[in-house]
């Protein structure tokens, strides 16, 4: 399929590259892609950014019948632009659309897309230390229909939108509230796909957490508030007593590209990682005995995310001193490394725009 392009004849000025914050900015251009049953996926083009005009109808607004996806374009040290492991990004969204019932997108194609656009709108991937642009492709179902039904027509949406930290504490640790009321998903559930119901569902935990001064929570299993699932937006890593734990996939979790990553550079360094089932009540013991050294979050937009705080039903633990950890760092270190093109990239997860 052919991918049009219409530039726009009013490119809007670059935000200052120091205020960035994340997802505020978006770029001169977007790509679009309509489905319909006559049809399938057609008219692929690229055009100015600006409002969509849709049914107040449409079954996206009632139903949250969509998904999304989230990725980085990386001004390299090597001249290149480059993504990260765009193919795992495009993988999970044709898990998300199976389990949402949308129509699938070729795999190719999407990457030629997501290429296509960023290679217009080149000129916004921001340069400078931890600066990046953040890839949005999502697809809403647009029929204007009030039944309780599957789309007949979608509309395939990427955005652009140049970033830099995504949470203010930037590298530096974050407070975590283990949330004991509110369920994040269930196996069974849509917890493995990136959705907005499930965002959606966040919500009020991560309000309460703010109530008590904490930045984000960390959820437990749906069906016995036992086991550790993810800390708020990131999947969730322990070291305690130089084992590296991670929560399995089991269904009711999101299945991270930086997470995946992680294991993967985790491993090469020699470092015991495991996949299992963690209880909240392990992650406090070993609080208790000195045995957790470690812990923080992982995910696209916050890259890797220190915790330096635990607090379950009021019981608080320190972790490392309230300061990023030597493995942590070297993760964080190595990961944008590979990233930004400064090191080497010996698991060939660098893709050139
Ligand atoms: C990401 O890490 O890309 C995310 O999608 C997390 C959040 C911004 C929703």
Redo the contacts with the bound molecule.
């Keep these: 399929m052919n991918i049009t392009i219409t530039r726009t004849s009013s490119p809007k000025s670059k935000p200052n590259p120091e205020e960035l914050g994340?997802?505020k900015y978006f770029t001169d251009h977007m790509f679009l892609m309509n489905y319909d049953r006559e049809h399938g996926w057609h008219d692929a083009r690229i055009v100015p950014f600006e409002n969509l005009s849709l049914s107040p109808a449409c079954a996206v607004f009632h139903y949250a019948q969509e998904m999304?996806?989230?990725?980085?374009a990386y001004k390299g040290a090597n001249g290149k632009n480059l993504l990260f492991r765009p193919q795992k990004n495009i993988e999970r969204m044709s898990n998300t659309n199976e389990r949402l019932c949308i129509p699938p997108v070729d795999p190719d194609f999407a990457l030629e897309a997501i290429k296509a656009l960023v290679n217009v709108d080149v000129d916004w991937i921001p340069e400078g230390e931890g600066k990046s642009l953040?890839i949005?492709p999502f697809i809403i179902a647009t029929d204007p229909f009030l039944g309780v039904h599957p789309s007949a027509t979608y509309l395939f949406c990427i955005i652009l939108s140049p970033v830099g930290a995504?949470y203010a504490e930037g590298i530096n640790p974050v407070k975590i509230y283990v949330e004991d009321e509110y369920v994040r998903a269930v196996k069974g559930g849509m917890g493995f796909a990136?959705t907005g119901g499930n965002?959606a569902a966040s919500l009020r935990a991560q309000q309460k957490a703010e109530e008590y001064g904490y930045s984000q929570v960390l959820w437990l299993d749906g069906i016995e508030h036992k086991y550790v699932d993810e800390v708020g937006?990131?999947n969730v890593f322990f070291l305690i007593d130089g084992e590296l734990i991670t929560p399995k996939l089991e269904g009711n979790i999101l299945p991270?590209v930086?997470r995946d990553s992680v294991i993967e550079l985790a491993k090469s360094f020699g470092v015991r990682v495991s996949e299992r089932r963690l209880a909240i009540a392990e992650v406090f013991d070993a609080a208790r005995n000195g045995k957790l050294d470690e812990a923080f979050g992982s995910?696209?937009?916050?890259v890797i995310s220190p915790i330096g705080e635990l607090n379950m039903d009021g019981e608080k633990v320190v972790i490392n001193g309230g300061k990023i950890g030597a493995l942590s760092q070297r993760l964080y270190d190595t990961l944008t490394g590979i990233q930004w093109g400064k090191v080497s990239d010996p698991f060939g997860w660098s893709v050139t725009v």
Excluded: D
């Design positions: 994340f997802g999304f996806e989230g990725l980085k953040y949005r995504y990136k965002y937006a990131m991270g930086t995910g696209t937009a916050a």
